[in-house]
């Protein structure tokens, strides 16, 4: 049974940072490339970046590069997001997942919420 358990989000003032993880168990973490998404209500759920299997190749939407770094552990089974910079815009939920062929079941997601 695969679990993503995405953790860290949370209320922070504009140009403070924050640090998202994700706990993943169930399927070969090692030999998925994996990512960051990003909803907000209505919108559709967008990428935010994502990261090879090796952790040597990343990607980034336009809007965070520069700014938010993806990361994992093949180890640990875990992907990190830091997020430094945040602006209001970067207000949303976000969730872990594969890159390609995203799991049907969606973790619960972090809240971030950018805001003085």
């Known amino acids: 049974q695969v679990q993503l358990v995405e953790s860290g989000g949370g209320l922070v003032q504009p140009g403070r940072s924050l640090t998202l993880s994700c706990a993943t168990s169930?399927?070969?973490?090692?030999?998925?490339?994996m990512a960051w998404y990003r909803q907000t209500p209505g919108q559709e759920r967008e990428l935010v970046a994502h990261?090879?299997?090796?952790?040597?190749?990343?990607t980034y939407a336009d809007f965070v590069k520069g700014r938010f770094t993806i990361s994992r552990d093949n180890v640990k089974n875990t992907v990190t997001l830091q997020m430094n910079s945040l602006e209001p815009g970067d207000t949303a939920m976000y969730y872990c997942?594969?890159?390609?062929?995203?799991?049907?079941?969606w973790g619960q997601g972090t809240q971030v919420t950018v805001s003085s």
């Open positions: 997942n594969r890159r390609w062929l995203p799991f049907d079941s």
């Open positions: 169930g399927f070969v973490f090692s030999n998925s490339p």
């Open positions: 990261v090879n299997t090796a952790g040597d190749y990343t």
